[in-house]
């Protein structure tokens, strides 16, 4: 599974292009394609971590999704609500592997003004994971 | 019935038809008739805001907006190539075109627009700034049915 997870990550692009891939995928897979592709142990607490700190810009993660995501946010601009982001509270989350990676590149380019390595991608995806 | 006889029944129909439309669009309360929206419309834009009408801005404003997705307003929205294709098309096709909504507004925003700032000009300062509010663009703070194209002025209530 975390192989074909891999290949539908990678292919993200492709997938959105010509529409035809399944792409139904769990969170875990998500998790390990990442890992894999950074070749390193996702670390929850480096997830939460990264999500409730600023980096150097206006926003956090949290300014939209809320400290601890299992309640709904509020996107800091618009005002409108966002469902909660742990899959435990809202099952469709991280099960998509090219909605997954569109949200990370728009999400931490406007957080952390650039794009989010896959190790990082994958202590998000543990911690948000554990939030039961 | 030959040929020629169907040709004045059809033009009536057809001028029933555009009364019709006309009188809907006087009537009603927002920039010109509204449309049904395009499903993938509502699933990527109104993922973050309101369901914008096309018909609030000109064609011209919808492309430069769908040209630069990656500067959205202070955000990152960029999508798939052939996703902004698909959307740009349909924001073109059902774009404003109804008196001053062919002009286009400052920065591409509907609440810069003459028409808008004109339908708004009663309203008090604060407003504006109270936390249910915080946004000229959060239009469903006022107006509870904008997810479906409906500004309607009876179905308006303002935030305390």
């Given at each position: 599974m975390t192989r074909s997870v891999l290949i539908q990550l990678a292919g993200a692009t492709l997938i959105a292009t010509f529409g035809t891939a399944t792409r139904a995928a769990t969170p875990a897979d998500l998790q390990a394609a990442y890992s894999a592709l950074s070749a390193t142990t996702a670390v929850p607490d480096r997830g939460q971590q990264l999500f409730t700190s600023r980096h150097g810009r206006e926003w956090s993660c949290s300014s939209c999704h809320g400290a601890v995501p299992t309640q709904p946010g509020k996107h800091a601009s618009t005002g409108k609500p966002i469902a909660p982001l742990a899959p435990a509270f809202k099952p469709d989350r991280f099960a998509d592997a090219a909605k997954t990676e569109k949200w990370f590149r728009r999400n931490c380019n406007d957080v952390m003004g650039r794009e989010c390595s896959p190790a990082e991608k994958a202590d998000v995806i543990s911690w948000l994971r554990i939030l039961k | 019935m030959n040929r020629l006889d169907r040709i004045p029944r059809t033009l009536w129909v057809l001028f029933a038809l555009l009364g019709a439309s006309h009188a809907v669009r006087a009537g009603d309360d927002q920039r010109g008739p509204s449309v049904v929206l395009m499903p993938k419309y509502k699933q990527e834009c109104a993922a973050c805001h309101v369901a914008f009408p096309p018909g609030m801005l000109p064609a011209d404003s919808w492309q430069r907006l769908m040209n630069d997705l990656p500067h959205h307003y202070g955000t990152d929205a960029s999508l798939d190539a052939t996703t902004v294709s698909e959307l740009a098309a349909w924001l073109s096709a059902n774009s404003g075109t109804y008196k001053r909504v062919r002009e286009a507004p400052p920065e591409e925003r509907i609440t810069k627009s003459a028409w808008f700032i004109r339908k708004h000009d009663?309203?008090?300062?604060d407003v504006w700034k109270r936390p249910a509010v915080k946004s000229a663009a959060n239009c469903a703070a006022c107006h509870p049915q904008a997810d479906q194209g409906n500004f309607n002025e009876h179905a308006i209530r303002i935030p305390r």
């Amino acid at each position: 599974m975390t192989r074909s997870v891999l290949i539908q990550l990678a292919g993200a692009t492709l997938i959105a292009t010509f529409g035809t891939a399944t792409r139904a995928a769990t969170p875990a897979d998500l998790q390990a394609a990442y890992s894999a592709l950074s070749a390193t142990t996702a670390v929850p607490d480096r997830g939460q971590q990264l999500f409730t700190s600023r980096h150097g810009r206006e926003w956090s993660c949290s300014s939209c999704h809320g400290a601890v995501p299992t309640q709904p946010g509020k996107h800091a601009s618009t005002g409108k609500p966002i469902a909660p982001l742990a899959p435990a509270f809202k099952p469709d989350r991280f099960a998509d592997a090219a909605k997954t990676e569109k949200w990370f590149r728009r999400n931490c380019n406007d957080v952390m003004g650039r794009e989010c390595s896959p190790a990082e991608k994958a202590d998000v995806i543990s911690w948000l994971r554990i939030l039961k | 019935m030959n040929r020629l006889d169907r040709i004045p029944r059809t033009l009536w129909v057809l001028f029933a038809l555009l009364g019709a439309s006309h009188a809907v669009r006087a009537g009603d309360d927002q920039r010109g008739p509204s449309v049904v929206l395009m499903p993938k419309y509502k699933q990527e834009c109104a993922a973050c805001h309101v369901a914008f009408p096309p018909g609030m801005l000109p064609a011209d404003s919808w492309q430069r907006l769908m040209n630069d997705l990656p500067h959205h307003y202070g955000t990152d929205a960029s999508l798939d190539a052939t996703t902004v294709s698909e959307l740009a098309a349909w924001l073109s096709a059902n774009s404003g075109t109804y008196k001053r909504v062919r002009e286009a507004p400052p920065e591409e925003r509907i609440t810069k627009s003459a028409w808008f700032i004109r339908k708004h000009d009663e309203l008090p300062v604060d407003v504006w700034k109270r936390p249910a509010v915080k946004s000229a663009a959060n239009c469903a703070a006022c107006h509870p049915q904008a997810d479906q194209g409906n500004f309607n002025e009876h179905a308006i209530r303002i935030p305390r």
